[in-house]
Nanobody, 115 residues
Framework: QVQLVESGGGLVHAGESLRLSCVVS????????MGWYRQVPGKQRELVAQ???????NYINSVKGRFTISRDNSKITVYLQMNSLQPEDTAVYYC?????????WGQGTQVTVSS
């Protein structure tokens, strides 16, 4: 069973930065496209950034130029550098494999951005 442990969230002011980390317990993740998702109460979880096993990245429009996803396959860890945070980025952030065969969800990490 694959476990995902997210960390790095917190309370920041608009314009500040955070770096999220996601440690994966199984090396199989090295071969998967991994993504960062976020969810706010009452809304569906959305995929905000993804990175292929080869390092190719994709972002939703609202975070392009502000968020950067990366991975360290030697540590089986995925990162999300979030700059110029805005109140609308407030959510619980999760990581997971993208597409079919995703892993069980971790507990997520709360990001709260005050205006």
């Amino acid at each position: 069973q694959v476990q995902l442990v997210e960390s790095g969230g917190g309370l920041v002011h608009a314009g500040e930065s955070l770096r999220l980390s996601c440690v994966v317990s199984n090396a199989i993740a090295r071969f998967r496209t991994m993504g960062w998702y976020r969810q706010v109460p009452g809304k569906q979880r959305e995929l905000v950034a993804q990175i292929t096993s080869g390092g190719g990245t994709n972002y939703i429009n609202s975070v392009k130029g502000r968020f950067t996803i990366s991975r360290d396959n030697s540590k089986i860890t995925v990162y999300l550098q979030m700059n110029s945070l805005q109140p609308e980025d407030t959510a619980v952030y999760y990581c997971n494999a993208v597409g079919a065969g995703s892993f069980s969800w971790g507990q997520g990490t709360q990001v709260t951005v005050s205006s």
